[in-house]
């Protein structure tokens, strides 16, 4: 008779560690709020939103050619309608076509393990040294042989040092003078740089740095790879490799809109294995670029 209670007790048992363990993981990768968003737009889309569920893979995994090292970050530049992403084993500033090839590559000097790169004006770039949280404006002209972050204008913020879990993914708004910084987790926050780089000589130098708590804690996914800022809706995407996710935020940091970048979705044919940049260009096309060298571009079907 015991042998026959103890069964419905073990059951039990196991039953609960279960719901305990699905509860942790749902915690822990989001998938409670990430479920419960997916349900809300299936059932009332964001009108305002860009609609990056809309968007379609146009060129898959395209390999980089030429290049030994892993690349990181990506950004587009208006004035050259090309893309820069850097390299941080052996630094190199390099841009890249908008079809994913190599047109230059800028040695870095002393930029120690430089991890993202954004356009901020004509021939003037952020780069960041993730270890240092250190971020650095270099200028680029056609005849640039290599950049010497001694040389630059740079600033330290030294915010909640965390090892390689440093600031990985940069934006900006020229509109608003703001420079979104995000650092990849532990913890998970996108912090918003005012006065840097510092473009008036004629005012004082003042640095203001802003967190959005509320923002932040709207983000349903597990780590931060990079951002994009867009000018004609001011809204933010970030991407996350874990969560292998894109996600819009409008200016109150609300969730709108997700691309996702596992198989089977917006047309791909496999997952994106470890997202590392995204980029945005003036007509609304995402370049994306992952390790190891692969190159995607995502565009919205037009109507």
Request: aromatic share 10%; no cysteine.
């Amino acid at each position: 008779m015991r042998r026959y209670i103890r069964l419905p007790l073990i059951f039990l048992v196991l039953s609960l560690f279960a719901l305990l363990l699905v509860a942790v993981a749902g915690q822990q990768y989001r998938l409670f709020e990430r479920g419960w968003f997916n349900v809300k737009t299936w059932w009332q889309p964001f009108e305002q939103s860009i609609g990056l569920d809309q968007y379609k893979v146009v060129l898959e995994a395209k390999p980089i050619e030429g290049l030994d090292e892993d690349i990181s970050a990506l950004t587009f530049d208006p004035d050259r309608n090309s893309l820069f992403t850097v390299t941080n084993k052996r630094p190199e500033l390099i841009e890249l076509s908008l079809d994913g090839r190599i047109l230059r590559r800028v040695p870095l000097t002393g930029f120690g393990d430089p991890e993202a790169v954004e356009y901020v004006g004509a021939n003037t770039y952020v780069i960041t040294d993730e270890r240092e949280q250190r971020l650095i404006r270099v200028r680029l002209n056609d005849s640039t042989p290599f950049l010497d972050a001694k040389d630059a204008e740079q600033l330290t913020l030294g915010i909640g040092l965390n090892g390689n879990k440093g600031f990985e993914g940069l934006a900006y708004d020229s509109a608003g003078k703001r420079l979104f910084v995000a650092k990849e987790r532990d913890p998970m926050l996108i912090y918003e740089v005012h006065g840097f780089p510092h473009d008036n000589p004629e005012q004082p130098y003042a640095v203001h740095v802003v967190q959005d708590q509320k923002r932040d804690s709207r983000l349903f996914v597990r780590d931060l790879s990079s951002l994009q800022f867009d000018e004609r809706s001011g809204h933010l995407l970030a991407l996350s490799d874990e969560s292998q996710l894109v996600l819009e935020l409008d200016v109150q940091g609300k969730p709108l809109s997700t691309l996702s970048l596992r198989k089977g979705f917006q047309g791909l044919k496999k997952s994106v294995p470890q997202a590392e940049g995204i980029a945005m260009d003036d007509a609304g096309t995402i370049y994306l670029v992952s390790e190891p060298n692969l190159f995607y571009v995502f565009k919205k079907p037009t109507e």
